[in-house]
């Protein structure tokens, strides 16, 4: 595994106690970066951070109470990483209007309410590093083909999901040339399906549709994560990066 340099960077990985989340957690600590993980329920987070919060991911003060604690902690926030994340699965028709705004309250509006929360200071010191992890369900219309097989959608991401992360992308677009001048890059990692418990039931027919044919590994996207927070890749800001076995191309 090839080291991402990362030493003495303070990185903030919301949704650390997650697969992807922890990941990354680990993937930049091994790079030489202090970690501050939080997540609503704290677990096994601890074993991947120097500290670990528990939040409510959805509610504006507990965001803005959290900068403030990992402030006060560490001294300042190089890197900020938007890794929570529910699911939903079924058909369009099935989405309850409860289930479409459980899935916006963390998956969407989580996401802007700590972006909003690390602008000042990361301005304040002129340097900042924000990856958000959004998904190919954000592009590709979703993975099930229900023309072919309506039960694939049963088990797979629907547009409660697609829709929460395609409103990640644009965020991320947008803030990218409104923070630019001021030394802060913004990115975001689209990953395909990620081998876990959750994808246990992924349809293998799915899968061939995949040209890596298999499914991908946390650890992969935290690669990308990382490399993304690195001092060399200052240039690279307003990117929505696929990491899902060429599942979709663009």
Request: neutral net charge.
């Amino acid at each position: 595994m090839t080291r991402i340099a990362l030493d003495g960077k303070v990185a903030l990985v919301i949704g650390g106690g997650g697969m992807i989340g922890s990941a990354i957690a680990r993937r930049m600590r091994q790079g030489g970066a202090l970690i501050a993980v939080a997540d609503r329920t704290l677990g096994a987070t601890r074993d991947n951070s120097d500290r670990a919060y528990a939040v409510d991911l959805a509610e504006p003060d507990e965001i803005s109470a959290l900068f403030d604690r990992v402030i006060a902690d560490f001294g300042r926030i190089d890197c900020l990483i938007n890794a929570a994340g529910i699911t939903s699965q079924g058909s369009f028709e099935s989405i309850t209007v409860e289930e479409w705004d459980r899935v916006q309250a963390i998956n969407s509006r989580g996401v802007f309410l700590a972006c909003r929360a690390a602008i000042a200071p990361m301005k304040a010191q002129k340097s900042g590093r924000i990856v958000n992890i959004g998904s190919v369900l954000a592009k590709n219309g979703g993975n099930p083909r229900p023309w072919i097989d309506p039960g694939e959608q049963i088990r797979a991401g629907n547009a409660a999901y697609g829709a929460a992360k395609s409103a990640v992308h644009a965020l991320t677009l947008y803030l990218a040339k409104e923070l630019a001048v001021h030394g802060i890059t913004v990115n975001a990692v689209a990953p395909g399906p990620v081998a876990s418990a959750m994808t246990s039931g992924f349809p293998e027919a799915l899968i061939r549709q995949i040209p890596a044919s298999r499914l991908g590994r946390a650890d992969e996207v935290a690669a990308m994560a990382a490399w993304l927070c690195a001092d060399e890749n200052a240039f690279v800001t307003g990117e929505i990066i696929d990491v899902n076995g060429g599942l979709w191309m663009d």
